[in-house]
Nanobody, 126 residues
Framework: QVQLMESGGGSVQAGGSLNLSCTASEYTYKDYCMGWFRQGPAKGYEAVARIYGDSEIGYYADSVQGRFIISKDSAKNILYLQMNSLKPEDTGTYYC???????????????????RGQGTQVTVSS
């Protein structure tokens, strides 16, 4: 089972930016799609962004479209989430996850991950 570890969380004021990283223990992108989801006090669990291993195209929740960018460094097995124009409602614990590629969209939306990290806290103050 792939091991995932997030980093880069913190506290920022509204309008600020953070860049989250997720390091994977092994090459994951061939068999999985990768993504981020969050658990926040306002909305509970929310699927935030996902990306396929053979593509640079990211897919996003409506709530973060245009503000967040998902990317990866396949050579280093690192997944990123660049978060810009942060809002207080973005506050929460952010998780990196691996989903089976064959059911990526549904798995991402339903939080049916093959593996996830321990999470990193993001706090956005107004």
């Amino acid at each position: 089972q792939v091991q995932l570890m997030e980093s880069g969380g913190g506290s920022v004021q509204a309008g600020g930016s953070l860049n989250l990283s997720c390091t994977a223990s092994e090459y994951t992108y061939k068999d999985y799609c990768m993504g981020w989801f969050r658990q926040g006090p306002a909305k509970g669990y929310e699927a935030v962004a996902r990306i396929y291993g053979d593509s640079e195209i990211g897919y996003y929740a409506d709530s973060v479209q245009g503000r967040f960018i998902i990317s990866k460094d396949s050579a280093k097995n690192i997944l990123y989430l660049q978060m810009n124009s942060l809002k207080p409602e973005d506050t929460g614990t952010y998780y990196c996850a691996a989903y089976w590629r064959s059911s990526c969209y549904n798995s991402w939306k339903r939080f049916q991950y093959a593996s996830r990290g321990q999470g990193t806290q993001v706090t956005v103050s107004s």
